[in-house]
């Protein structure tokens, strides 16, 4: 098929695609062109011969000019490739710039543009999972991208090339573009820790995340550290967590992150510190800056100060250059507001996937991505907004199996011999008060492995263990109640017993359990009992069993033996 049959040129210039799905090089377009305005006389739908103006010149085999007043428009382009266009329609310049993308891809894969913060022709583009390739040379598409209209450069020219296809693992590439060809790599392969059908992920709705600026105290002993968001996996596996974060920003995902279409998230590339501000910024709105060539948005992603004046903002670029010191950035989102940059911004490091990278057993966070601290292991390395690497402790559980939901009363302590450790802990102060709020238990007393929230048994003046829920503790002494009268006769004099009880409840499920950052092996007492009137089960044998908490947790399964 000859290109004159794809092509036609009108008496006004316009050159139009008007058949087939043959492509072309930009240099055949040029010559094809030049043969037509050598002819004696025009026929046919191409208006052009001898007596017309030159309708194309060539600076090389890969920079072709359209000559007034011919010109292609965006669909004729898309029949094109290896080499640029530039034209003037309406007296501005327009440019289609050529792209090769070399690499290789793993399985299928359509590839996406990113300009000026949208898709380049949608989800399903016009070069579908490659056109125009080169396998000997590796080139996996060529095709030609408009990066100039109206006179004006679009985005100045950048794009961005990414490869999100479910089951590979995903990547992305910036290009400048100009004339001729502007090459971006491209390199996926299979994820062998995204196998799951997308399908099933979709249903995963109980993971979920918590965004913007927040600290997180893994329980390491650092302390609370910041980070711009905060995921639960819920009843999934860390590697289902990445699986889902994946799933969010896959090619066609009609989910969003942080404001941005899931599918033009990335993460955060820039942070900056901030000094003289007016008005509120707010949680994931456009922010601007600049004219010209120093313009550019971004999405703000985490703030640690919403109104200054000396906060710090972190952000997702999305169009144009980043702000320079002194630079103004403005937002409009509840009203008109502004800061002033104190120094350059600090440009960040992106992963493929923005949760990071997943092991299939531990995740390797992405710049400031923070997750529960109960969700993560010791084998779990998390990067804070300071790009400080945080590791969790040891977390593991401790489970009792083979339960009844709604009839066993589970009781699971430290244990003393072959029972419970009453004297755990001993009573530093004596809870006397309508409205007690802490109990001491003396310096260095609570336990290295005792959970932020949980609860105590302590030991009153009557002889009863009373059962006290605590919503923190210091990790030495105290720990804190909510406002409980131990009025006489609940009464609790220094010197009483103190013990937690890591699991002390009716069962709400067939299987309950604890988890405990891991410092030392600790052996633990379980009780389980059915006593038979609580419900329409049979009474059991009270089980009593002590069983080895250690680097890899612990568990029990009680033995149900009818107690008839």
Known sequence: MAIGDDFSIAATGDIRHVS?????????FHRWLQDLADQ??????????????????????????????????DDAAEYLYDGSIEQMVGGQA????????????????????????????????????????????????????????????????????YAREWGHTFAEFSVTMGLGNNVAAIFTSTDLNNQT??????????????????TIDLGNGQGPQPYYSQW???????????????????????ETLYGLDGELFRGITHEFPVGTYSGTFVQNEEISWGSGATAGTGVVLACSDMNGPAGTIWMQLTSGVAPANGATVSGTTGGAHSAVLTSSPTSRNLSPCYL???????????????IEAGDLTTNDK???????????????????????????????TNAQGNGIDFDQM????????ATETQVDVGVGNIPADTPMTGNLRIELDSGIYRLVPYTTHDGSRYFTIDSTSFVDPNDATAGNNVFLAYIDKLADSTQLSITLKYSSNRTMFVRVRDGGTAGDNEPIKTFETTSLFSTGGGSATASRIADV
């Open 20 to 28: 087939g799905t043959t492509r072309y090089t930009v240099l055949d």
């Open 40 to 73: 004696a006389q025009a026929s046919g739908n191409d208006l052009l011969d001898i007596t017309s103006s030159t309708p194309s010149a060539r600076a090389t085999d890969n920079i072709i000019t359209l000559n007034t007043p011919f010109n292609i428009d």
């Open 94 to 161: 327009v440019r289609y710039s050529g792209l090769v993308v070399v690499g290789s891809l793993a399985g299928t894969t359509t590839l996406q543009v990113v300009q000026d913060k949208a898709l380049y022709d949608g989800d399903t583009p016009f070069w579908g999972t490659g056109i125009n390739a080169d396998a000997a040379n590796n080139i996996l598409s060529r095709m030609l991208i408009k990066t100039k209209d109206a006179g004006v450069d679009i985005d100045g020219g950048r794009i961005l090339v």
């Open 197 to 214: 059908a997308v399908g099933t992920v979709a249903g995963w709705t109980t993971i979920d995340n918590v965004e913007g600026y927040q």
């Open 232 to 254: 639960d996996k819920d009843i999934y596996t860390i590697n289902q967590l990445y699986e889902r974060a994946k799933w969010l920003t896959r090619r066609g995902t009609a």
């Open 356 to 370: 990071g990278q997943s092991t299939g057993s531990a995740i390797i966070g992405a710049f400031g991505i923070g």
């Open 382 to 412: 998390l990067f804070d907004l300071t790009n400080t690497m945080r590791q969790p402790p040891n977390n593991q559980q401790f489970i009792v199996y083979g339960l009844v939901s709604g009839e066993d009363r589970v009781l699971v």
């Open 426 to 433: 001993i009573l530093g102060t004596t809870l006397s008060g």
